[in-house]
């Protein structure tokens, strides 16, 4: 017998044990990436050329406390500074959603925000009648697609921030976004409905250039400093952040969540390769007598631990990889997640974790064959 197939023989003696055994670590490093991903998608929003360019500006209090319009003649006139518009999240629910909806729902001046969603990809008949019509709004192909909207449906919303319920006509839907699922309406229309006050929840900036981005924050800080409605510039990437951190420390807890993961993982692995070992330590036994040095034993070891933990490891990670890489994200989620990518890093890790886990498991063992003479190996499972 060669010693591959001697290592594939002790591996496959108990196969009860060893399918449990991988089962426990393919489902312990399937949850691992799984944990990953989710940490990933929630704590880096998706960031791409034009949202470095775009700054939004908010009360300095709190996100709840609206701003004045009149703020918007002051930001006009600050250097660096291309394009600014009223940005008010609405909040409403949409048919059929009872607590929340999956896309957020923005009221904007539309001439305003052409600049500022450059990437945006409109057919030019519906982008006029979006203009020219004030109850109307354009959606994104992600929205469009979940609910089998079309151009010139009608869209209800119930208030849930705002007093008001809105009814939208779709007039445009855009795609080519780094996330195609928001709706934009006028301004003006949400100011109706709520009786003029004078208001906006925040403004939307596009700045000149990248350099010029962290100058125009500072500039739109300092112009509002010291006065009735002091305001926070940020960019569009920290003011994403900033709706992540209201969920606590997810970081804290996703990591502390993993960390339980893997130590179970290792009491299953170690457990495991205890109870292998400790029935073969006559085996073992015979094998030191007739000439089998002890690195080679250590050998023999390791190659078993290695094999278990690899082959739970391609079911596990690779498993992930495969059902993330077919399935629907966003239906599945809710909108919660645009996209849920395993990436080679990840599967990196996996496999990283796996390979020390077998390690560890198989010290135990390794230092009791050492240990043990061949006398007192023969004497155990007499």
Known sequence: ???????????????????????SV????????????????????????????RIIVRNKVSLAQPLPARQLQVLERIPGIVAVTPF?????????DEKFTSFAQFAVDPPR????????????????AWLADRTSCIVGKMTADRYGLKVGDHMRFTG???????????????HGTADDRNLFFHHKYLDESLGNPGTVGAWWVRAASVAEAPLVTDRINKAFANSSAEVRAESERAFVLGFVSM?????????????????????????????????????LAILKAIGFRRRELFAFILAESFGLAMLGAILGAGGA????????????????FIMFEVTTRMLGLAFS??????????????????????????????
């Not at 017998?1 to 449990?20: E, Q």
């Not at 990809?121 to 006029?128: F, I, R, S, T």
């Not at 692995?269 to 006559?282: D, G, Y």
């Not at 974790?353 to 064959?369: D, Q, T, W």
């Open 113 to 128: 925000t052409l600049p500022l969603i450059t990437d945006a990809k409109v057919p030019a008949d519906q982008l006029k």
């Open 321 to 336: 990889w495969a059902l993330f890489h077919s399935l629907n994200i966003q239906k599945l989620t809710n909108g919660l």
């Open 88 to 96: 008010t999240f609405y909040g409403g629910l949409y048919k059929g």
């Open 353 to 382: 974790v796996a390979a020390l886990l077998a390690l560890l498991a198989a010290l135990a063992p390794m230092i009791n064959i050492a240990r043990t003479s061949v006398v007192e190996g023969l004497r155990t499972l007499d």
């Open 247 to 283: 969920w606590a420390n997810i970081k804290t807890l996703i990591g502390g969540i993993s960390i339980v993961v893997v130590f179970a993982l290792l009491l299953v692995t170690v457990s495991t390769m205890s109870m292998a070992i400790r029935e073969r330590f006559r085996e």
């Open 26 to 53: 393919a489902a312990s490093l399937f949850l691992l990436v799984t944990l990953q991903v989710a940490l990933r998608e929630l704590t880096n929003p998706i960031n791409d050329e034009g949202s470095s360019l």
């Open 1 to 23: 017998m060669s010693i591959p197939g001697f290592v594939l023989r002790n591996a496959f003696r108990n196969k009860r044990r060893l399918a449990l055994s991988v089962s």
């Open 160 to 174: 849930q921030v705002y007093p008001c319920n809105l009814d939208l006509k779709i007039a445009g839907i855009y």
